[in-house]
């Protein structure tokens, strides 16, 4: 704890004003802009004028795609992408002093203690900011109300991205889960079709294939079973709802229910947070 205080030490200032974002997106029924709130514009991309960059969260289900797009938005704004589960999955195969308490817990679908992740975040921390790193995008933690006090109490936020996705697309989008056991690429054979319905959209996700070179190398994640997914959601549900509660109430959050595929979601997302992706921009012009 004392560790994780010291690495993320208050500070005050922030970049811009973040007004209320407090209902939910929604791209069949497009909000008024007192519904959604106003972002105001960034200065620049990058680095901030007050010499601090973005300290954003992302929050969603687990398999929503949190990773893609926190991902995403790290590489536009210059700021390291910090994904609990690739700290947790780091340390599971360093077998360093909690790799077997760890695989217990994980193979479980249970949730790591606090204690385990603030650990295990202050050591990334620690290790980012001796190589000069500012800023973050966490995609993962806050998990609990208590991990969100802790972070709350130590660093400020700007804004928390909460991605949200029907539960029977996310179900199938965690069971379609690939990675390449050779060059590490994640891919999804999962081909979301679903009809609209009272009151939901009909969502079409096309899968996303792996290229000929990795096709006969791909690899299911242990953890990716029907079982161990819907523990994980129930758990979700139980320990981490409330979490999207603590930030509402801060008019920290911000909803976005993922309109389908990448791209979609991508130029969506981008539109809300009122950024543009120059690199887009160039190599759709080249
Ligand atoms: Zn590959």
């Known amino acids: 704890m004392a560790v994780l205080g010291r690495l993320l030490r208050p500070r005050t200032t922030t970049f811009y004003t973040i007004r209320t974002f407090c209902s939910s997106y929604s791209t069949s029924s ?24 973005v300290q954003w969260v992302f929050l969603g289900c687990p398999g929503v795609g949190k990773g893609t797009y926190a991902s995403r938005l790290s590489k536009l704004l210059c700021v390291p992408h910090i994904a609990t589960g690739d700290l947790v999955r780091d340390e599971l195969s360093s077998e360093g002093p909690l790799s077997s308490q760890l695989a217990e817990i994980v193979n479980q679908g249970k949730l790591v203690s606090d204690e385990i992740i603030i650990n295990l975040l202050s050591q990334r921390l620690e290790a980012g900011e001796a190589k000069g790193e500012s800023g973050f995008i966490l995609d993962g933690f806050p998990r609990t109300i208590r991990q969100a006090e ?3 109490g130590v660093t400020n936020i700007d804004l928390v ?13 965690c069971l379609g889960r690939r990675t390449c056991s050779q060059c590490g690429g994640n891919y999804n054979v999962a081909c979301i079709d ?12 096309p899968p996303l294939l792996p290229p000929a070179n990795c096709a006969s190398k791909l690899i299911t994640r242990s953890d990716d079973t029907e079982e161990v997914v819907k523990e994980r ?10 979490v999207e509660e603590f930030y509402r109430r801060r008019g920290k959050l911000l909803e976005f229910d993922l309109p389908g595929g990448i791209p979609e979601s991508w130029t969506k997302l981008l539109q809300l947070l009122n950024l543009d992706d120059h690199e887009d921009t160039r190599s759709a012009a080249a």
């Open 150 to 152: 802790i972070l709350e």
């Open 233 to 242: 959601l129930r758990v979700y549900n139980e320990k981490s709802r409330p």
């Open 161 to 173: 991205i909460n991605l949200k996705l029907r539960e029977e697309a996310l179900l199938a989008k």
């Open 30 to 53: 497009p909000p008024s802009s007192s519904e959604i709130g106003v972002i105001e514009p960034l200065p620049a991309f990058g680095k901030i004028t007050d010499g601090r960059n």
């Open 194 to 205: 679903i009809k609209a319905d009272d009151g939901n959209p009909a969502m079409y996700m």
